[in-house]
């Protein structure tokens, strides 16, 4: 019976969607909302909005333009969010964790230190993306959420992904560009939905501050010295995000660095994550090998960087044996690839840091690495234990801030 009214719920809620979706621009008051939500529901029954996660009760509703050109309807004030991915909650958390209505998957392991004890205890909810991918909409209705937030490309695909959710789930869906150089418009844009303007601005200034110290020094490297980079992840390193990922790209294209893993077929299709064997990486040569050791539970952790170090046949890949091996810090969220958040910011500076000393004497990651955790964490409890956890096998001397 309870299952059966769920169906029920989100079937009507869909409906209300569908007419805030075509009703005037204009902000709508909750008595004409209301009376068009019963146009639309009169065949159907009685509906409880609240009951289904939609509730109108904080006032007037408006009708915004999302970042991907979709009109949303939503409440005036919002107070609680879900993000349909990691991307989004990473920002969110960074922007105004008290709005996050719950993880897509709770982080794991000792990045508990860096998250307030009444937002890692949040639920986990699930996540749109990959394969079959699909929370359960009924669990995120019951956290009462004012809307979603599905970070993904500003352009179709994006929009797709964005009415696919809302037609799944009766809530509305705001599309947000995940790009990384997009992130001050992004964060502004989250502060305007949100209602927290004044944090959103300190993010998006400091973000500004960033990438025009990340072009600067990718743009002064010549061409002949740019570098060429392969992503090793998986259990032993041989999955891999390919040129086309939506997890580097355009973090790659900002610092002017090439991804090896050039691979037919697999462009577009956004996800990454094909396997590779060792004899391509080889051939591809590359000049640095960056691994990416990201998990979804304390059950998930692993080392793939030791184990790379240590595996003679890795060792037939020139810049391994090089030292030029890299593993990417993921404490409480990777720097660079999975999720693609705006933390990639940090993770842009890293790089150009590692892979170009000599044109980036002028970023200290030592001195970055305390700014962005102050900025976009608000923690301030470093150590040098945490730091050289942080930095040492990421290539940077955690006491000087340069590279090792």
Request: hydrophobic content about 40%; proline content about 5%.
């Given at each position: 019976?309870?299952?059966?009214?769920?169906?029920?719920?989100?079937?009507?809620?869909?409906?209300?969607?569908?007419?805030?979706?075509?009703?005037?621009?204009?902000?709508?008051?909750?008595?004409?909302?209301?009376?068009?939500?019963?146009?639309?529901?009169?065949?159907?029954?009685?509906?409880?909005?609240?009951?289904?996660?939609?509730?109108?009760?904080?006032?007037?509703?408006?009708?915004?333009?999302?970042?991907?050109?979709?009109?949303?309807?939503?409440?005036?004030?919002?107070?609680?969010?879900?993000?349909?991915?990691?991307?989004?909650?990473?920002?969110?958390?960074?922007?105004?964790?008290?709005?996050l209505a719950g993880w897509n998957f709770r982080p794991a392991g000792d990045n508990k230190k860096y998250i307030p004890d009444e937002y890692f205890a949040l639920p986990s909810l699930g996540v749109w993306m990959g394969a079959g991918a699909v929370p359960n909409a009924e669990e995120i209705a019951a956290q009462n959420p004012d809307a979603l937030l599905c970070f993904?490309?500003?352009?179709?695909?994006?929009?797709?992904?964005?009415?696919?959710?809302?037609?799944?789930?009766?809530?509305?869906?705001?599309?947000?560009?995940?790009?990384?150089?997009?992130?001050?418009?992004?964060?502004?844009?989250?502060?305007?939905?949100?209602?927290?303007?004044?944090?959103?601005?300190?993010?998006?200034?400091?973000?500004?501050?960033?990438?025009?110290?990340?072009?600067?020094?990718?743009?002064?490297?010549?061409?002949?010295?740019?570098?060429?980079?392969?992503?090793?992840?998986?259990?032993?390193?041989?999955?891999?995000?390919?040129?086309?990922?939506?997890?580097?790209?355009?973090?790659?294209?900002?610092?002017?660095?090439?991804?090896?893993?050039?691979?037919?077929?697999?462009?577009?299709?956004?996800?990454?994550?094909?396997?590779?064997?060792?004899?391509?990486?080889?051939?591809?040569?590359?000049?640095a090998v960056l691994v990416a050791e990201f998990s979804m539970s304390d059950s998930e952790s692993s080392d793939i960087y030791s184990e790379i170090q240590q595996d003679a046949h890795w060792q037939n890949v020139a810049c391994v044996a090089s030292g030029e091996?890299?593993?990417?810090?993921?404490?409480?969220?990777?720097?660079?690839?999975?999720?693609?958040?705006?933390?990639?910011?940090?993770?842009?500076?890293?790089?150009?840091?590692?892979?170009?000393?000599?044109?980036?004497?002028?970023?200290?990651?030592?001195?970055?690495?305390?700014?962005?955790?102050?900025?976009?964490?608000?923690?301030?409890?470093?150590?040098?234990?945490?730091?050289?956890?942080?930095?040492?096998?990421?290539?940077?001397?955690?006491?000087?801030?340069?590279?090792?």
């Open positions: 019976m309870r299952r059966r009214a769920h169906r029920f719920c989100r079937t009507n809620a869909r409906k209300v969607t569908t007419i805030m979706s075509i009703a005037s621009a204009k902000t709508l008051d909750r008595r004409t909302f209301m009376k068009l939500a019963g146009l639309s529901l009169c065949a159907g029954g009685f509906l409880s909005l609240s009951g289904c996660g939609l509730d109108f009760s904080k006032g007037n509703l408006r009708s915004i333009t999302d970042m991907g050109g979709r009109r949303v309807s939503l409440p005036e004030q919002v107070d609680r969010v879900f993000c349909t991915n990691p991307i989004g909650t990473v920002d969110v958390f960074g922007l105004a964790p008290e709005k993904w490309t500003a352009d179709e695909v994006g929009a797709n992904m964005a009415d696919e959710v809302q037609n799944q789930t009766g809530l509305p869906v705001v599309l947000v560009d995940y790009d990384v150089r997009s992130a001050p418009t992004t964060f502004r844009f989250l502060g305007d939905l949100m209602g927290c303007s004044e944090r959103a601005e300190e993010l998006a200034s400091y973000c500004e501050g960033k990438l025009a110290t990340i072009r600067a020094v990718a743009d002064a490297v010549p061409e002949s010295e740019r570098k060429r980079v392969f992503l090793a992840q998986g259990n032993d390193g041989l999955t891999t995000d390919p040129v086309g990922s939506m997890h580097v790209t355009d973090a790659l294209e900002l610092i002017n660095t090439e991804n090896v893993a050039d691979m037919p077929g697999t462009q577009g299709q956004g996800m990454g994550m094909p396997s590779v064997n060792l004899e391509q990486i080889i051939n591809w040569n590359p000049d091996l890299y593993r990417i810090p993921q404490s409480p969220f990777s720097w660079f690839g999975r999720p693609p958040s705006a933390v990639r910011i940090l993770g842009c500076l890293w790089l150009l840091k590692v892979l170009y000393p000599a044109y980036a004497s002028g970023i200290n990651m030592r001195d970055e690495t305390i700014e962005f955790y102050r900025m976009f964490y608000r923690y301030d409890k470093f150590d040098e234990y945490t730091l050289d956890n942080l930095l040492s096998a990421a290539g940077i001397d955690p006491v000087t801030g340069e590279k090792a």
